[in-house]
């Protein structure tokens, strides 16, 4: 019952501050005030779900649910109902749409329900993890309830949270320190990272001329809070899946096959660059290259802290900087 209430009061914050960007974005954005009601409910749906993982005994006490079929069944409908919400709110229900999210997410929730877990399997998992995320097809799902209302980011938060709960509680992983807030250690080792990525990472792009120095076109005074929410915004969904997944997942992985850590940080780091290829103009080489050097420093993060937390505070600190310093 104290996890439980643990996760209700968390919720309650997590809804509360939604629901003041909410209002703050649509004023800014000129969203009428019907269509932003109507979206309300979706994401904080989403929300809830998306916060779930990270509490160690409602994960449990959902391991305890039935076998592993039935699990994976709760995750589909778990996936299913924020987009039921929306769409039946905002009239933008269309079967097709709906047959599409209920395929990816059975082939995602049900892959390990009856599937041996060995490597081979774990890294075709991997490939439709990511290759699902990286696609347009959130864009076709989640129709816009107006031309200028993005919606598709409830399916990208329902895909990571639904990935990460297939691995930790349908197939069985380590959490590896899975979590939303670091320890002051982990806190300590993210940033000690950081510090050790800047001056390769600056050499690097300048050689290869990845990227300039110019600042965001932010005014001075909103600065450090437009720097807090990038943070913010980064390490707990871009870094917390990434990281989830190339450390706490993939390096792990191989370091297990090779039985050694270094084979497992390399080959993650080289995976975890070429993952960047597609983004700007394929094969945007110069990114890769800084992706694979940049998750060399994030999985040494995890290693030295034994923890996703810690790697996602370097990684999250990492992109900030590239977003509010620099442009290429």
């Known amino acids: 019952m104290r996890a439980m209430r643990q996760y209700l009061a968390t919720v309650l914050v997590v809804w509360t501050a939604a629901c003041i960007a909410a209002y703050l974005y649509s004023k800014q954005q000129n969203i009428p005030a019907s269509i932003a009601i109507a979206v309300l409910p979706a994401f904080l749906a989403e929300l809830a779900f998306y916060i779930a993982p990270a509490f160690e005994r409602l994960r449990k006490a959902f391991e305890r649910i039935g076998s592993r079929p039935m699990r994976a069944a709760l995750l589909v409908a778990g996936a299913i109902l924020p987009y039921l919400l929306l769409s039946l709110e905002t009239h933008t229900f269309a079967w097709r749409p709906f047959g599409v999210l209920f395929l990816v997410t059975t082939i995602g929730a049900f892959w390990y329900s009856r599937k041996q877990r ?21 864009g076709q799902i989640y129709l816009r309830p107006a031309p200028h209302v993005t919606v598709d980011v409830l399916g990208r938060l329902m895909w990571i949270r639904t990935g990460i709960m297939a691995v930790l509680s349908v197939r069985g992983w380590d959490a590896a320190g899975f979590g939303f807030l670091p320890s002051r250690p982990e806190w300590r080792i993210g940033i000690e990272y950081y510090f050790y990525f800047l001056p390769v990472g600056g050499v690097v792009a300048y050689l290869v001329k990845f990227a300039h ?38 390096q792990q992985l191989i370091a297990r096959a090779a039985h050694n850590e270094a084979a497992g940080l390399l080959g993650a780091s080289i995976v975890f660059g070429l993952a960047h290829l597609p983004f700007g103009s394929f094969p945007n080489w110069k990114f890769a290259l800084l992706g694979g050097i940049s998750g060399i420093f994030y999985g040494l993060a995890f290693e030295k802290a034994r923890s996703v937390r810690a790697s996602m505070v370097t990684h999250a600190l990492v992109v900030t900087t590239w977003r509010l310093l620099l442009t290429g």
Not at 235 to 244: I, S, T
């Open 213 to 250: 120095f110019r600042p965001a076109p932010v005014v001075w005074w909103q600065f450090p809070v437009v720097m807090i929410a990038t943070f913010l915004g980064f390490l707990w969904v871009v870094a917390l899946f990434e990281e989830f997944f190339f450390r706490g997942f993939l």
């Open 118 to 138: 060995n490597i081979i399997s774990d890294m075709l998992f991997l490939v439709v993890i990511a290759a699902v995320y990286l696609s347009r097809v959130f």
